[in-house]
C-alpha cells in the first residue's frame, strides 16, 4: 500500500539515491565506524547532488519536488549509513526557518547556495538546562544598533561542524515572546565550536556544540520579528524534524530489514538455514510487518504535507511509530544473531546503536504521545502544517513563499 503515495519520479529518485549511496557511500562506512571522525568530504558530496534543496522550490534553484521525496532520499542514505542520513535530514532541517520565516531577500541569498550544495544549514535550539523546554533556554541576544550580539551554548546540534550557516534562537526578551532566531555564519568572529565529543552510534555525523561569545552579527540577519523565536523553534521541529527523523528511522530499520534476513539465510543450523527454525521465522516475520507499518506511516504523512492537509498528528505519529518499531526490530535481529551482532564489525549492532540516536530529538515518544492525546481529548494548540500550508506545498510561485514581515 505504500507504493500507493509514489509517482514514477518518486521511484526513479530512489533508484539514483540508492546507486549514489551503495556506491559511494557504503566503501566509507567500516573507516566512519572505526574512527568516528567526522565525515566532511562525504557530506559534501552528498549536498552536490542538490537533496538537500528537495523541498526548495525551483525559483530558488530547488528541487521543488516535495517532502515525500526528502523522505525517501533520507530513507535511502539511511539504509547504508545512518550518520550520513542524518547528515541530510539535519541540513534539511535547517531549510525548513528559512522557508518558512525568511523574508524574500534571505530567502534569496541563502536558498540556491543550499540547493546547489555550497551551503550546508543547521538549526541550533537546545542548551543543556533546557534540553527539549525551549521556553526554557537562557541564551541571550543583545540589540546594539544595527547588530545583535550573541551570548550562550548550544548543545547537539546536528551538523555542528560541517554547517556553514546556523539558525540559532536566543532570548531577546521575557517569556514565550521573548525569543527570536538569526542566522549565524560559521565563521562569524565569537562562535567557537568545541572539539566534537565520540557518541553511541551516528559515526562519521557532527553532533556538537556551538559557543557565542559576543559574536555579532547584522540585525539583517534576524529571521522574521524579535519573537518568533519559538515559532522558529516549533515548526521546524514539528513539519521537518519529525517526518526527517522518521525518515532515518525508516531507512536504518529497511537496513535491519535487509541485514537479518541475509544472515538467516546465510547462518546454517541442524543442517537448514536458520530462518526454518519457527521462532527465527516468527521474528523475522515481526520485523517483515514493522517495517511495513513504519513505512506506510512516514509515507502517509509525507503526502499529506505535499498536499498541504493538515498533519500535526501524522507528523508526531509517523515519528513514534518508526522510531519504536526500529527500536524493537534492532532488538529482536540482536536476539536472531545472538554472539554473532555483538562482534564490533556486525553491522547489526551499528544499526542497533544508530536507531537510539533518534529517540529523543524532535520529541521522545512520551512527548509524541502527550501531543497525541491532547488531539484526542480536543486540547491541541493548532496546527504548524494549517498555518504553513502555503510554504510546505511544492510547486508554489514565488510570491507565496515570501514572508514579507
Not at 65 to 88: D, F, Y
Not at 178 to 189: H, M, N
Not at 380 to 388: I, N
Request: charge should be neutral.
Amino acid at each position: 500500500m505504500s507504493d500507493a503515495y509514489l509517482a514514477e519520479h518518486h521511484h526513479q529518485l530512489r533508484a539514483e539515491v540508492r546507486a549514489f549511496a551503495e556506491s559511494q557511500v557504503a566503501p566509507r562506512v567500516p573507516e566512519m565506524e572505526r574512527n568516528g571522525a567526522i565525515e566532511t568530504e562525504l557530506a559534501a558530496a552528498i549536498a552536490q547532488q542538490g537533496w538537500i534543496g528537495a523541498t526548495i522550490d525551483k525559483a530558488y534553484g530547488g528541487m521543488g519536488a516535495g517532502h515525500l521525496a526528502k523522505t525517501i532520499i533520507i530513507e535511502e542514505l539511511s539504509r547504508i549509513s545512518g550518520a550520513m542520513g542524518a547528515m541530510a535530514q539535519a541540513s534539511q532541517l535547517g531549510v525548513a526557518k528559512i522557508i518558512h520565516f525568511g523574508s524574500e531577500r534571505q530567502k534569496r541569498t541563502w536558498l540556491p547556495q543550499v540547493a546547489e550544495g555550497s551551503c550546508l544549514p543547521t538549526i541550533a535550539v537546545t542548551e543543556s538546562e533546557a534540553g527539549s523546554h525551549v521556553l526554557g533556554m537562557q541564551m541571550t541576544a543583545r540589540r546594539a544598533g544595527g547588530h545583535y550580539v550573541l551570548n550562550g551554548r548550544k548543545i547537539y546540534v546536528g551538523n555542528s561542524h560541517v554547517g556553514h550557516l546556523h539558525g540559532v534562537v536566543a532570548r531577546t526578551g521575557e517569556g514565550s515572546k521573548g525569543l527570536t532566531a538569526f542566522l549565524v555564519e560559521a565563521d562569524r568572529p565569537g562562535l567557537v565550536l568545541p572539539a566534537p565529543k565520540q557518541t553511541l552510534g551516528l559515526r562519521g555525523f557532527s553532533f556538537g556544540e556551538l559557543h557565542f561569545y559576543d559574536c555579532r552579527i547584522p540585525a539583517s540577519n534576524r529571521l522574521g520579528q524579535e519573537g518568533d523565536g519559538r515559532d522558529v523553534a516549533y515548526s521546524s521541529s514539528v513539519l521537518y524534524g519529525r517526518p526527517n527523523l522518521t525518515a532515518v528511522a525508516l531507512g536504518i530499520h529497511q537496513a535491519i530489514l535487509e541485514q537479518t534476513t541475509t544472515f538467516a539465510s546465510k547462518r546454517v543450523r541442524y543442517d537448514n538455514p536458520l530462518h526454518q527454525l519457527p521462532n527465527i521465522k516468527i521474528k523475522i516475520g515481526q520485523i517483515q510487518s514493522r517495517v511495513m507499518t513504519a513505512r506506510l506511516a512516514a509515507y502517509h504523512a509525507a503526502h499529506l504535507l505535499d498536499t498541504g492537509a493538515d498533519c500535526d498528528a501524522e507528523l508526531m505519529n509517523a515519528k513514534l511509530i518508526n522510531v519504536e518499531l526500529a527500536l524493537d526490530s534492532a532488538r529482536a535481529a540482536m536476539e536472531i544473531h545472538a554472539a554473532a551482532g555483538l562482534m564490533c564489525d556486525a553491522n547489526i549492532g551499528r544499526y542497533l546503536r544508530d536507531a537510539h540516536h533518534i529517540f529523543a530529538p524532535a520529541g521522545t515518544s512520551d512527548i509524541q504521545l502527550l501531543r497525541l492525546a491532547e488531539v484526542a481529548l480536543g486540547q491541541s494548540m493548532g496546527q504548524w502544517s494549517r498555518r504553513l500550508s502555503a510554504v510546505l506545498t511544492p510547486g508554489q510561485p514565488p510570491s507565496a513563499l515570501t514572508n514579507t514581515s
